[in-house]
């Protein structure tokens, strides 16, 4: 009897399938439930990286866009090869097809001599001599004969020669136009990671208001701390003058003739975007609008600024309006200086051809063109 009641008070406290076995069971897994879902929270913030500051917003812009303006040297330089083996090819096609034209030519005398040959040829010269009404002329048909296969022994040799020519210039076009496709892969691989940087560099002035992304982009605070030129006194100025307007009045320095050609062009190129990769009418890069305002009078200059300031060297105290002013330790910007310790350039994707003292970013170099 005593076993059968333990057995029936075991029974009223054990737990039906899916409940708990005491009366706090329903808080208990509310708990439970709040408690992961802390934890869940908690690791979502953890794995979430934090918001940037503006300032470190600003760093990685500035960064991304010294990458981008020197990967847009490297562009540059890149379609510049190209623009040459372009020229280089087309001469070389248009070559084979003069030379082709040529021995057909060629071979076409060839021909007409020897049929005129067999056409008079299996009969004795005696013979003909004999048959000939006029000896005299017969003679003279025999001396041109003979002169013809001169030249004919004289255009099978033009023949090989042009043929040896013309397989040689066909190996070049050919051994051109390969390489001019593995330089527009590079081109195409070029194009890609500059857009990729401005897209980066879009999206983080993207989480700043219009105020911040123009004080971002205007910030004379372009220098990353890699490749800056450190020399005394080339340091930016913090203290500045104020950035003259896009229209503002050039320093009235006096320039030669080509050089105030040149600052001519470029003033017309205020308020004009920056593009990288361009040298105008519409948009310039930094070596684009050096290179077409030294055009406009009458100088080329290479494209890319690594190429730019293999000129004839100025030092900075000799600085003359028109000379072409360098800057950063790997030569990844230049302006066009105009006196009064100021410079035209294109800054930087997001900015205007401007105005700006040399004085902004670490002086590099200076190069004279002309």
């Given at each position: 009897?005593?076993?059968?009641?333990?057995?029936?008070?075991?029974?009223?406290?054990?737990?039906?399938?899916?409940s708990?076995?005491?009366p706090?069971?329903?808080?208990?897994?509310?708990?439970?439930?709040?408690?992961?879902?802390?934890?869940?929270?908690?690791?979502?913030?953890?794995?979430?990286?934090?918001?940037?500051?503006?300032?470190?917003?600003?760093?990685?812009?500035?960064?991304?866009?010294?990458?981008?303006?020197?990967a847009?040297?490297?562009?540059?330089?890149?379609?510049?090869?190209?623009?040459?083996?372009?020229?280089?090819?087309?001469?070389?096609?248009?070559?084979?097809?003069?030379?082709?034209?040529?021995?057909?030519?060629?071979?076409?005398?060839?021909?007409?001599?020897?049929?005129?040959?067999?056409?008079?040829?299996?009969?004795?010269?005696?013979?003909?001599?004999?048959?000939?009404?006029?000896?005299?002329?017969?003679?003279?048909?025999?001396?041109?004969?003979?002169?013809?296969?001169?030249?004919?022994?004289?255009?099978?040799?033009?023949?090989?020669?042009?043929?040896?020519?013309?397989?040689?210039?066909?190996?070049?076009?050919?051994?051109?136009?390969?390489?001019?496709?593995?330089?527009?892969?590079?081109?195409?691989?070029?194009?890609?990671?500059?857009?990729?940087?401005?897209?980066?560099?879009?999206?983080?002035?993207?989480?700043?208001?219009?105020?911040?992304?123009?004080?971002?982009?205007q910030?004379?605070?372009?220098?990353?701390?890699?490749?800056?030129?450190?020399?005394?006194?080339?340091?930016?100025?913090?203290?500045?003058?104020?950035?003259?307007?896009?229209?503002?009045e050039?320093?009235?320095?006096?320039?030669?003739?080509?050089?105030?050609?040149?600052?001519?062009?470029?003033?017309?190129?205020?308020?004009?975007?920056?593009?990288?990769?361009?040298?105008?009418?519409?948009?310039?890069?930094?070596?684009?609008?050096?290179?077409?305002?030294?055009?406009?009078?009458?100088?080329?200059?290479?494209?890319?600024?690594?190429?730019?300031?293999?000129?004839?060297?100025?030092?900075?105290?000799?600085?003359?309006?028109?000379?072409?002013?360098?800057?950063y330790?790997?030569?990844?910007?230049?302006?066009?200086?105009?006196?009064?310790?100021?410079?035209?350039?294109?800054?930087?994707?997001?900015?205007?051809?401007?105005?700006?003292?040399?004085?902004?970013?670490?002086?590099?170099?200076?190069?004279?063109?002309g």
């Amino acid at each position: 009897m005593a076993s059968r009641r333990h057995a029936a008070r075991h029974r009223r406290t054990t737990a039906k399938p899916g409940s708990f076995a005491r009366p706090g069971g329903a808080a208990t897994l509310a708990t439970a439930a709040a408690t992961l879902t802390g934890l869940i929270a908690f690791g979502s913030a953890a794995d979430a990286e934090p918001t940037p500051s503006k300032a470190e917003v600003q760093a990685q812009i500035n960064q991304l866009h010294r990458e981008v303006t020197k990967a847009t040297d490297v562009y540059n330089g890149v379609q510049e090869k190209i623009d040459t083996l372009q020229k280089e090819a087309n001469a070389t096609q248009t070559r084979v097809v003069e030379e082709q034209a040529s021995m057909n030519r060629l071979r076409e005398q060839i021909g007409a001599f020897a049929a005129e040959q067999y056409r008079t040829g299996g009969m004795p010269p005696e013979l003909r001599l004999a048959l000939s009404g006029d000896p005299a002329e017969y003679l003279q048909k025999a001396q041109m004969l003979d002169q013809l296969d001169s030249q004919q022994a004289a255009r099978v040799q033009q023949i090989a020669a042009a043929a040896r020519v013309l397989q040689q210039d066909r190996a070049e076009a050919s051994a051109q136009l390969a390489a001019l496709e593995l330089l527009r892969k590079d081109l195409t691989a070029q194009k890609t990671a500059i857009q990729e940087k401005l897209n980066k560099a879009q999206a983080l002035l993207n989480t700043l208001s219009e105020a911040e992304r123009q004080a971002v982009l205007q910030s004379d605070d372009h220098d990353t701390g890699e490749g800056a030129d450190t020399r005394p006194g080339d340091r930016p100025s913090r203290d500045k003058p104020a950035e003259p307007k896009p229209g503002a009045e050039l320093p009235n320095v006096p320039a030669s003739e080509r050089a105030a050609q040149a600052i001519a062009f470029a003033r017309a190129q205020l308020g004009k975007p920056y593009g990288w990769g361009k040298a105008g009418p519409s948009s310039y890069d930094c070596s684009g609008l050096t290179q077409s305002a030294w055009a406009a009078a009458g100088v080329k200059l290479p494209r890319t600024t690594w190429d730019q300031i293999k000129g004839t060297r100025v030092d900075k105290s000799q600085l003359q309006p028109g000379d072409l002013v360098f800057f950063y330790s790997d030569i990844s910007h230049v302006g066009l200086y105009i006196g009064g310790g100021q410079m035209i350039h294109a800054p930087r994707p997001g900015t205007v051809v401007n105005i700006a003292p040399i004085s902004q970013m670490p002086f590099y170099g200076a190069v004279r063109p002309g």
